[in-house]
């Protein structure tokens, strides 16, 4: 029998989850629905935990492994300033595209006017949250996010194993560099052993993280049927002009300003790339995590679009820790379509700051499910906008499709900067 290939097989899932997902809400009395649904949780976090925990050993062994390769600290030097410049341009050129598009639409205004009827919705907000999200934005959570300090702390931990454990990609990308880097410094035949050492375990993650992707449909459709069987319509509808402009604005950055970029600045055809990166997408899309789809991300970067593996093991670890597109536009629509629901005109000044902002918390927030809604309400209170405590309550309601839409977003940006990077080192892609 001829195998499904796997884009396929997630998709099909995703329709499944969908389908199902809307159909149990009809059996809410059900006996069987809660252990239906056990089974479901049970099977999405066993994907995900699956997915973390090659995380480590796979950015740590690939990224030895693949610097180790780099002619010495001048090759790394030069493919660092080109990644970080990529990741300035196409961040940038997001939130700026955010900030078009939600002065252009302004959801939050009704006949030139604050919308009263979504002001309603904020105020509301409170009564209608459940406790995850209120713990999620508890004041000492608030303050600890504030430091921005902490991102440059993260970045040198004092403790390598702690910072494995705790999943801070960051510090372990920083080690891994250093690591790489000091290799390059002794002569050859001594680093051969540790060199084969960092090589083979990276094959050997390679090979688990294959195992997992066979079971991602099954994963997939667990974690979707939850969502959609929990997701309720009603703040949705209210909300629905600030959703789509977040879906226009996410759709202009992914399908015209970054394939335009790719053809521009590396003569690349966005359908090619498109193609290549399908299953890294869906799986972005699916978890709304772009940590935990690094590991597919780099499987399809290297066997799919043909990025050698030094170019794919530094651009994407140190992507998915600081580029995020999506994430960085949504900040900026979120919190201006806030401000004109409150009725707070922002100036041109203020506008920029919520830009930088965006920019810079883009880069601190983590690869993990609505790890931007703190980043907003931060935003929000720093350009002094009333209500941002129910607003952003409010918002985190409807926050999964977003989510898992920006995180594709995320994912695909940083994989676009794989392939320019790769170009510009005169590797040859898809098999041309
Ligand atoms: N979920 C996003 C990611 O993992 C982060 C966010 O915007 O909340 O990329």
């Known amino acids: 029998m001829k195998k499904i290939a796997a884009h396929w097989q997630i998709i099909i899932a995703l329709i499944a989850a969908v389908i199902i997902g809307s159909l149990l809400k009809k059996f809410d009395d059900a006996p069987w629905l809660q252990s239906f649904l056990k089974i479901c949780d049970l099977l999405g976090d066993l994907f995900l935990q699956a997915l973390k925990m090659i995380i480590v ?71 209608q949250a459940d406790d995850s999200a209120k713990e999620k934005f508890a004041p000492d959570r608030q303050a600890k996010a504030k430091d921005w300090t902490a991102i440059f702390k993260r970045m040198l931990p004092s403790n390598i194993i702690k910072a494995g454990a705790e ?58 049927t939850v969502t959609v069987y929990k997701s309720g319509a009603e ?21 015209l300003v970054l394939p335009l970029l790719l053809k521009l600045v590396a003569g690349i055809n966005p359908i090619n790339h498109f193609k290549a990166m399908k299953t890294a997408l869906l799986t972005a899309f699916s978890t709304s ?20 593996k030094k170019t794919a093991s530094f651009t994407l670890p140190l992507g998915a820790t600081v580029n995020m597109d999506g994430t960085a536009l949504y900040e900026c629509i979120a919190v ?54 129910n607003a952003i309550l409010a918002l985190f309601a409807v926050d999964r499709l977003l989510d898992m839409s920006r995180t594709a977003v995320n994912v695909f940006g940083d994989s676009c900067a794989a392939v320019v990077i790769a170009k510009s080192e005169g590797e040859t892609l898809y098999q041309e």
């Open 57 to 127: 050993p796979l950015v740590v062994s690939s990224i030895i492994a693949g610097l180790a390769s780099l002619a010495g600290f001048d090759g790394f030097k030069r493919m660092g300033l080109k990644t970080l410049g990529f990741y300035l341009l196409t961040t940038l050129s997001a939130v700026v595209l955010g900030l078009l598009i939600v002065n252009t639409i302004q959801p939050g205004l009704k006949d030139g006017k604050p919308n009263a009827e979504l002001r309603q919705v904020f105020d509301e907000a409170p009564a």
């Open 167 to 224: 999943g801070q990609l960051l510090g372990l990308l920083v080690f891994s560099l250093m690591f790489g880097i000091a290799m390059t410094q002794f002569p050859p035949d001594q680093m051969q052993p540790m060199r084969d050492f960092f090589q083979t375990l990276n094959d050997v993650m390679i090979r688990i993280t294959q195992w997992i992707m066979v079971c991602a449909p099954l994963g997939i459709f667990g974690m979707i």
């Open 336 to 389: 201006i379509f806030v401000a004109q629901v409150m009725g707070l005109e922002m100036a041109f000044a203020a506008q920029m700051l919520v830009v930088i902002s965006a920019l810079l918390t883009s880069i601190g927030v983590a690869g993990v499910p609505s790890a931007s809604m703190v980043a907003i309400l931060i935003i929000m209170n720093n350009s002094g906008i009333p209500g941002a405590d």
């Open 235 to 255: 703040v949705f509808q209210q909300l629905a002009p600030y959703f789509f402009t977040v879906l226009i604005a996410l759709a202009l950055h992914m399908f």
């Open 289 to 308: 995590s772009s940590s935990a789809t690094l590991p597919v991300t780099m499987r399809c970067v290297q066997d799919n679009a043909g990025v050698s």
